[in-house]
């Protein structure tokens, strides 16, 4: 059985606190640091205002790039499918915080 810890993380100054199995902690910290740096750079931009507008873009692009690397098959279908349930979960982190 997997054991699952609660990993914070930080997005536009925002602590999330989202569930994940142990082995997961340091991937989930990444993305959540590489989502953080899309928000951020769209924030700068100017061109986007309200967090949750943000939040939509940046899920946008980083969408695009995965199905971009996936069209390119730098993406095996089980790395993809780790994306996705990460993605879900930060997601529902995200739901829960409204």
Same mark, same amino acid.
């Given at each position: 059985m997997t054991q699952s810890q %609660?990993? %914070?993380v930080r997005i536009? #100054?925002? #602590?999330?606190?989202? *569930?994940?199995p142990a082995s &997961? *902690? %340091?991937?989930? &910290? =990444?993305?959540? &640091?590489?989502?953080d740096k899309k928000m951020? #750079?769209?924030?700068? *931009?100017?061109?986007?205002i309200g967090a949750e =507008?943000?939040?939509v873009m940046a899920a946008l692009n980083i969408t695009h790039e995965l199905h971009s690397r996936k069209h390119d098959e730098l993406f095996s279908s089980q790395d993809t499918e780790q994306v996705q349930q990460l993605l879900t979960r930060v997601q529902k982190s995200l739901d829960s915080a409204e």
């Open positions: %609660t990993v %914070t536009l #100054d925002k #602590d999330y606190h989202i *569930s994940c &997961e *902690s %340091t991937n989930l &910290e =990444r993305a959540a &640091e590489y989502l951020r #750079d769209i924030r700068r *931009s100017g061109k986007v =507008r943000i939040a």
